[in-house]
């Protein structure tokens, strides 16, 4: 049984122009001791899938699945009070923007001990042995001095920690992290990406990373989920995605990277722009900038077909061997 | 252009019970920049980047050292002649979203630095304004729009149009690409590539992301808490980094091919407060080959062979 597995999740918000579906036809299955990355252009809807899976969309979104299941625990048809019990504890979210996301009237070591106090994780006398001990092994130095401190008091890098302490305090299951490195340097990104790595070894956790940084993702993924436009279009072990990307629009984001450009070349570059809510073309959603799209692909919109594991949202998916399409 | 041993340091706090602080965000920092050719400052948050780019555009005076454009020194030059150096840098901000007005049209943005100078008559002005457009790849079509029907790699673009407006020789780009998803990304950097060749542009290009200025830039300025660290071409310090910090970024910096995923340990600690800089080397107290002298003295700025780097243990490390 899959930790997490969700089955053609669907999220819909009503806006003055009607129905605009920001997530369409998603499976997401996440094992326990899996680091699964889910990348994509802003706007592609990763972190609304995941959003989504906490059951944080509010009106005037609406969240459809066919299934959603997380452990024993159907998400679909939990009452809010027993969702309550779940979200936050077995499942947990390190968001982006760590000091925004912080309440900054508060001090960190109060808001940390509130998530221990809502799922009674530990007895009352012991809540603040247990945050230290928490700021201690997300790598907080001298972290009993730093209880009374204030979100505007930490760096950034600090802050994310202070995100994923709160995130780990009740022993989660699944900790899914939303670009937890966007905000932050190189070599903090490098440590707070070390962190989470060690802390899913450690504890046995799942762990998905949201990301659009491709560097981000062959660093730490086991397995990668790639979104367009609300849909995944590909997913793969992260060796086989980087060696043979299957979806064009795989193909085309690798190839744009600086990394893989040689010299001072001229990168190439997927020409158009991620359709909006008023541009949705028929068919294919990638095919008015695909370089391999031909009638089918502007009207008949693909499945995602091909052995498990290896799955591609593509009529004419690219061939490892040949690097074109059959 | 060419920077001689600039500084710029901040006066802060002096309250009643607080006592004055300095903060030198630059501190002797030399480069020389010629047509056509790209350097690349590197370094975190924080290390003085963004003082660098406004004192590279004249916005503000340096403490100390001397700013050189055109081989004439910017601050004992008259008034006017200054105003006429200052046209011959122009700046691309980071974030594209900030730095357009959203009530002025695309037309009156290209226009503006045209009508401020008195360039010309309002239809010359549209004129070079149009064709600033199509050199940029904008539609023309778009010439009366505002910045919000905009994408955030075109209104990159827009902001690359206005810098080149008066025909700059030096465009400061301030990690102009870093809010930009990779694809769009892609296309900023092309065109930045292209317009450097047709107008023989030298850029000082900022940046964090060592990926971007290994395919654009040809010489490499690493800062770190406002003091050069490395300097050299740009071929010489991704092969063989000399100061520890250089090496700590690039391992930093996370590689796409999943096969050669790093097995090198993070770099400890974070930046040093630029109020109370350690008295030795500023980045002794994160470096992996610290040793007592580098806490006590701090490392001069040299030449070894074919670069400048300031570290007591360049030739060692």
């Known amino acids: 049984m899959h930790l997490l597995e969700i089955r053609g999740l669907a999220v819909e918000f009503a806006t003055a122009r009607g129905r605009f579906r920001a997530v369409d036809g998603v499976d997401?299955?996440?094992?326990?001791?899996?680091?699964?990355?889910?990348?994509?252009?802003?706007?592609?809807?990763?972190?609304?899938?995941?959003?989504?899976?906490?059951?944080?969309?509010?009106?005037?979104?609406?969240?459809?699945?066919?299934?959603?299941?997380?452990?024993?625990?159907?998400?679909?048809?939990?009452?809010?009070?027993?969702?309550?019990?779940?979200?936050?504890?077995?499942?947990?979210?390190?968001?982006?923007?760590?000091?925004?996301?912080?309440?900054?009237?508060?001090?960190?070591?109060?808001?940390?001990?509130?998530?221990?106090?809502?799922?009674?994780?530990?007895?009352?006398?012991?809540?603040?042995?247990?945050?230290?001990?928490?700021?201690?092994q997300v790598g907080i130095p001298a972290p009993a001095s730093r209880l009374g401190d204030f979100p505007h008091q930490l760096s950034g890098g600090m802050n994310q920690r202070v995100m994923i302490a709160m995130a780990i305090s009740c022993n989660p299951k699944l900790l899914i992290a939303d670009e937890p490195t966007t905000a932050l340097d190189v070599t903090i990104q490098k440590q707070i990406l070390d962190l989470l790595v060690d802390l899913q070894r450690q504890r046995g956790m799942g762990l998905v990373l949201i990301t659009h940084d491709m560097g981000v993702v062959a660093e730490t993924?086991?397995?990668?989920?790639?979104?367009?436009?609300?849909?995944?279009?590909?997913?793969?072990?992260?060796?086989?995605?980087?060696?043979?990307?299957?979806?064009?629009?795989?193909?085309?984001?690798?190839?744009?990277?600086?990394?893989?450009?040689?010299?001072?070349?001229?990168?190439?570059?997927?020409?158009?722009?991620?359709?909006?809510?008023?541009?949705?073309?028929?068919?294919?959603?990638?095919?008015?900038?695909?370089?391999?799209?031909?009638?089918?692909?502007?009207?008949?919109?693909?499945?995602?077909?091909?052995?498990?594991?290896?799955?591609a949202r593509c009529h004419y998916p690219i061939m490892a061997a040949s690097g074109a399409t059959p | 252009m060419e920077a001689q041993d600039l500084r710029r340091h901040y006066p802060v706090g002096g309250g009643m019970f607080a006592a004055k602080g300095l903060v030198k965000a630059i501190d002797g920092i030399s480069f020389v920049l010629r047509d056509g050719e790209t350097l690349a400052v590197v370094g975190e948050s924080g290390c003085g980047k963004s003082t660098l780019a406004r004192m590279a555009t004249l916005m503000e005076p340096p403490t100390a050292g001397e700013l050189l454009i055109d081989g004439k020194p910017t601050s004992t030059v008259?008034?006017?002649?200054?105003?006429?150096?200052?046209?011959?840098?122009?700046?691309?901000?980071?974030?594209p979203y900030g730095s357009?007005?959203?009530?002025?049209?695309?037309?009156?943005?290209?226009?503006?630095?045209?009508?401020?100078?008195?360039?010309?008559?309002?239809?010359?002005?549209?004129?070079?304004?149009?064709?600033?457009?199509?050199?940029?790849?904008?539609?023309?079509?778009?010439?009366?729009r505002y910045p919000h029907?905009?994408?955030?790699?075109?209104?990159?673009?827009?902001?690359?149009?206005?810098?080149?407006?008066?025909?700059?020789?030096?465009?400061?780009?301030?990690?102009?690409?870093?809010?930009?998803?990779?694809?769009?990304?892609?296309?900023?950097?092309?065109?930045?590539?292209d317009l450097q060749d047709e107008f023989r542009l030298a850029y000082l290009f900022i940046s964090h992301d060592l990926s971007v200025v290994r395919l654009i830039a040809r010489e490499v300025l690493v800062l770190y808490c406002g003091r050069p660290v490395e300097h050299g071409s740009k071929e010489n310090v991704f092969a063989t980094p000399r100061h520890p910090y250089t090496r700590v970024l690039l391992a930093a910096t996370p590689s796409v091919d999943p096969r050669h995923?790093?097995?090198?340990?993070a770099v400890k600690g974070e930046l040093p407060s630029p109020l109370n800089p350690p008295p030795g080397c500023a980045f002794a107290s994160r470096c992996p080959h610290v040793t007592g002298r580098c806490t006590a003295e701090r490392p001069e700025w040299r030449k070894l062979g074919d670069r400048m780097v300031a570290c007591h243990h360049a030739e060692t490390v």
């Open chain 2, 149 to 193: 029907m905009f994408s955030g790699g075109q209104r990159q673009r827009i902001a690359i149009a206005r810098a080149l407006m008066l025909n700059p020789r030096v465009v400061v780009a301030d990690e102009p690409v870093s809010a930009l998803d990779v694809s769009i990304q892609a296309q900023v950097l092309n065109l930045m590539m």
């Open chain 2, 261 to 265: 995923r790093k097995q090198t340990v």
């Open chain 2, 100 to 144: 357009l007005n959203p009530r002025k049209t695309v037309g009156s943005i290209l226009e503006e630095p045209l009508a401020l100078n008195g360039r010309g008559d309002k239809s010359a002005r549209e004129r070079a304004a149009r064709a600033m457009m199509d050199r940029v790849g904008l539609r023309q079509d778009q010439y009366g």
């Open chain 1, 221 to 311: 993924a086991h397995r990668v989920q790639v979104m367009y436009a609300g849909q995944m279009v590909e997913e793969q072990a992260t060796d086989g995605l980087f060696a043979a990307p299957r979806h064009p629009y795989t193909a085309a984001l690798l190839d744009s990277l600086p990394e893989r450009a040689l010299g001072r070349a001229r990168l190439p570059t997927i020409p158009g722009m991620v359709p909006g809510i008023d541009d949705r073309p028929q068919g294919c959603l990638f095919n008015p900038r695909c370089g391999y799209a031909d009638d089918i692909c502007r009207m008949v919109p693909p499945a995602l077909t091909g052995p498990p594991g290896r799955r």
């Open chain 1, 28 to 136: 997401v299955t996440v094992d326990a001791r899996e680091v699964l990355c889910i990348v994509g252009e802003s706007g592609c809807g990763k972190s609304v899938a995941m959003l989504a899976a906490m059951g944080l969309i509010d009106w005037p979104g609406r969240v459809t699945a066919e299934t959603m299941r997380f452990g024993g625990s159907d998400l679909l048809h939990l009452s809010a009070r027993q969702r309550r019990q779940v979200v936050g504890k077995d499942m947990a979210m390190v968001f982006q923007e760590p000091t925004s996301s912080l309440n900054p009237c508060y001090p960190v070591g109060w808001q940390i001990a509130e998530a221990l106090r809502t799922h009674h994780a530990v007895p009352r006398n012991k809540v603040r042995e247990r945050v230290v001990e928490l700021l201690d």
């Open chain 2, 78 to 95: 008259a008034e006017p002649e200054r105003r006429r150096l200052r046209l011959n840098v122009q700046m691309v901000f980071q974030n």
